[in-house]
């Protein structure tokens, strides 16, 4: 993992309300990547930047253990045109904590997640604002795909 700073970004996706308790963001989440899929919500989105997909997760009650939104999407201009269904967010500069997941996916992805979720010492630093996954050219890669993961941490005082 490295430690950057991003730049202000917009997403606009469709949205699940989920938590972790007893699975539930599991079947929640591969719903909601279902229907990102089967309805083909990456071509319906107006004014995207490019053609990586963004699962961000946001609006945390608490902290990982408590209810908090997922939005799959992709990054675009602005939110000036949101279609009738999906959200947009505006995702403000933070400092983040980026990890690479490798390998066969999406299982190296929620690996990844099993890692963090684990290390209480990272997650006392986690500031629960908005982290993300980008999935870019290196995700279709099949036993050799690649996901980057973003978490947004405090600034150290």
């Given amino acids: 993992m490295n430690n950057c700073t991003l730049e202000q970004f917009y997403v606009i996706g469709i949205s699940v309300r989920t938590t972790n308790a007893n699975g539930q963001s599991g079947r929640d989440i591969e719903a909601l990547w279902g229907e990102f899929w089967g309805k083909g919500i990456q071509h319906q989105i107006p004014g995207k930047v490019s053609d990586d997909i963004y699962a961000v997760y946001t609006d945390y009650e608490t902290d990982f253990t408590g209810p908090y939104t997922t939005v799959i999407g992709l990054a675009v201009h602005s939110l000036e045109n949101i279609p009738e269904g999906f959200v947009g967010l505006n995702i403000e500069p933070a400092s983040y904590e980026k990890f690479v997941s490798?390998?066969?996916?999406?299982?190296?992805?929620?690996?990844?997640?099993?890692?963090?979720?684990?290390?209480?010492?990272?997650?006392?630093?986690?500031?629960?604002?908005?982290?993300?996954?980008?999935?870019?050219?290196?995700?279709?890669?099949?036993?050799?795909?690649?996901?980057?993961?973003?978490?947004?941490?405090?600034n150290p005082d």
């Fill in 102 to 154: 490798k390998g066969k996916m999406p299982g190296a992805v929620v690996n990844t997640w099993l890692d963090i979720w684990q290390d209480k010492a990272f997650n006392l630093k986690r500031a629960y604002y908005a982290d993300f996954t980008i999935h870019g050219k290196k995700y279709y890669d099949g036993d050799n795909a690649e996901v980057e993961t973003f978490i947004s941490v405090r």
